[in-house]
C-alpha cells in the first residue's frame, strides 16, 4: 500500500517575468529564478534590482514561493559581490536561495542565519550521508543528483535529515552536475560559473565512419511514475527549464500540476503535451528506473521542433486570487477593511466617515469602490459590511484604503530575516605541506615516484601496498557506501594513511575508517572561505579548483595544493559512452578515446562500477613555471597520472626537478 505523505511542491523555472506568469498559470506551487549574477544560467533573462522584488510580490500574492539560484562558484574577490546578492534576494523576501558554492553558502548562512539555503545539484549530492553533513552546515534541502535510482532516492529521503528535491522533467546534463569542466577548460566557457557552452551535443566520431552523438540525452521526464514518486515522500519536485520559453513552462506545470493532484500517472495525450512542449526524440527515465543504456539518447530534430512551433502562445496570467472583504462604515469610528486571501489577512483603517449631505453610501456602493482591484491579481471572493446610514466619504480616500490594505496584504506574505554583518573567516594555512600524487594503476607508481611524492593516491578498489593513500571513487550513492566502507577498511589494514575525496559526502566514510581526509579538486573549492569549511570540519588540506588561475590560487591560500600536472577529468558519467563508440573490452583496456569534429581526441577511462571519466586532450603542465608559483604561494604541488606510462611518469618528474618544459604540448594556468 502507498504511503500517505502530503503533495510535494511543484517548483517550475522563471527565466523570465512571462515565465513566471506561465508558471502560476500552470499551478506552481513554488518558483526559482536566477538574479544578475552568480547564477547557472546567466543567458537567461533573469531578474535583477527593482525587477527581483516585483516577481517576488507577485509570485506571493498567489502563494507561490521563490527561490533565488545563487548556483555558481565564486572566487575570493566576488565574495563580497556575491553576499550582496544574497542580502538583496533576503530583503526583497525570497523563501530560499539554491547554491552551489559551499564556502559562499557558509558565509551566507552567518549574516543571514534564517534563510533557508538549499544544495544545488552543483554540489553533487547523492547519497544521504551528503545530507546528513549538509544539514549540519544550515542547510535545509539537498537537490537530489539527476543519476540518482528510485531506491536510492529512497535511501536519501529516509536517511539524510534534510528535505529532498527531485528533478522529474528536463534537460539532463550527461556529466554529474558539478562534475563537468568540459566547457570550461576545453571552451573556455565555466558550466560551473553559468556559462556552459554544451559540448555534450555536438556530434563526434562514429566508430563506424561519420558524426553521432554519444553524449547527448534525451530530456528527462518522470510522467509515468507519479505514484512512485509520491510514495517517496520527497519535499519538491522541479522542472528544469530556465532557458525555455513560457509556453513550455506553462504546458508542462498544467500537465505536472494535474497528475500531482490526480495521484496518477500520465494519459498518451499528456505524454503528447509534454513532447509538444520540447524534447529530444522523445524522453527518458533511464536514471530513475536503473535502465541505462542507448535509448537514452536523443538529439533536438525538426520534428521535434514542429511541435514546439505549433504551441498556442502564452497569453498571460488570468488566475485572479479571491479575496474576502470585511468593511466597518459606522459613525464615530475610522472606516475600517479587512482582506483575507485564505492564508494572509490585514487590517487598514481610514478617516471618519461623514454625514452625508445629499448622497449617503450603502453597502452596494461602497463595495463598488472597495472591489475595483483592477490589474492587480485579486479578485472579489465575498464582501461582507457593517454600515450606519447616512454616511459617506470621498471616492479617492476609499481607493486609497484599497490600496493600503493591499500593500498590507502583501507585506504580510513577504518573510522578513533578521541580517548580521559579515565577519571574513580565512583559512588558517599552518600545516606543512607536502606533493602528492594519485595514480590509476600501480606499475606507475615507480621508485623514482616513492622518492618524488610523500603522499601516493591509487583507486579505492585497486588499492597496493606502494600507495600509501586511497582515492575515493567521484560517486558512491547509498548502494555503494558497503562496499566503499569495506574497500577503506581493507586499505587501512593494508598500511593506507591517506584518503583522497571529492565530494562532502564520502568525508563520513573516510572519519569512520580512520584515514587522514584530504580534499580532492572535485570539491570545487573556489575561495578561503572554502577551506576555512572544510578545516572546520577536520580537513586537513585540500587540492583547489583547476578552474582557478594563479592570481584566484594565491588569493586562496590556506593549506591548499594546485593541480600542476595531469589530465583533468572533464566528465563524471553514469551513462556509459565507451559502449557507444567502442566496447566494455576496450574500455576495461583505457584505450577508449572520443573525438570531436576537430579531431582532437579524449581519453575515456573506467571509473567504479563501470561508470566512464572523460579526461582532457592535453595534460596541464607547470614543470618549467615553478617562479610563477612559488610567487602565487603554491609550494605544494598535486599530480594526476592518468594514461601515462610508468616512463613516462619519470619522465614527468625530471622535468619538474629540472624545471624544463615537457616535449609535447600542455595546458597551462592561467596567470
Known sequence: MMKQHSLPELLCPAGTPAALDAAIEGGADAVYFGASQFNARMHAENF???ALASAVLRAHAYGVKTYLTLNTLVTDRELPAFLDAAREAARAGVDGLIVADAGGAAAIHRILPSLELHASTQLSGHNSEMGKLLSSLGYTRMVAARESSFENLRAMVEKSGLEIELFIHGALCVSHSGQCLFSSLVGGRSGNRGECAQPCRLPYACPNGGECYPLSLKDLSLCDHVPEILDLGVASLKIEGRMKSPEYVRDTARVWRRLLDEGRSATEEERRILAGTFSRSGFTDGYFSSRIGSSMLGV????????????????????????????????????????????????????????AKSAPMDEEALKKNLCRFGGTPYTVGSFAAKIDEGLMLPLS??????????????????PTYEELPYEAKSPLGVRPLQNAASFRKAEQITQTAIGFFE????????????????????????????????????????????????????FSLVQEAGLVPIGDFRLNLYNRESLRLIEELGIREAILSPELTLPQLRDAGGNSLALVYGRIPLMTLEKCVAREIANCKRCAEDSVTLTDRR?????????????????????????????????AGLSARYFLFSVEAPQEVDAVIRAFKAGEPLPFPVRRIKS
Request: glycine residues 6%; charged residues 25%; positive net charge.
Open 48 to 50: 535583477g534590482g527593482d
Open 397 to 414: 480616500r476609499l481607493n486609497d484604503l484599497r490600496r493600503r490594505a493591499v500593500l498590507a496584504l502583501q507585506s504580510a506574505k513577504q
Open 599 to 631: 579531431g582532437v581526441s579524449f581519453p575515456v577511462l573506467r571509473e567504479y562500477d563501470h561508470r566512464n571519466v572523460i579526461y582532457n586532450s592535453l595534460p596541464t603542465s607547470m614543470s618549467d613555471k615553478s617562479d610563477l608559483l612559488e610567487k
Open 300 to 355: 533536438r530534430t525538426e520534428a521535434d521542433k514542429q511541435k514546439t512551433n505549433a504551441i498556442a502562445p502564452f497569453a498571460g496570467l488570468t488566475k485572479k486570487v479571491p479575496l474576502d472583504l470585511r468593511l466597518s462604515f459606522l459613525a464615530g469610528k475610522p472606516i475600517a477593511l479587512t482582506i483575507d486571501d485564505g492564508r494572509n489577512s490585514a487590517t487598514v483603517e481610514g478617516d471618519l466617515p461623514e454625514v
Open 455 to 506: 603522499k601516493r593516491f591509487l583507486p579505492l578498489f585497486d588499492y597496493n601496498e606502494k600507495a600509501n593513500g586511497v582515492l575515493l571513487p567521484p560517486v558512491l550513492f547509498d548502494s555503494d557506501l558497503p562496499a566503499a566502507r569495506a574497500a577503506l577498511k581493507s586499505a587501512k589494514e593494508r598500511g593506507a594513511i591517506y584518503a583522497l575525496f571529492g565530494n562532502l559526502g564520502h
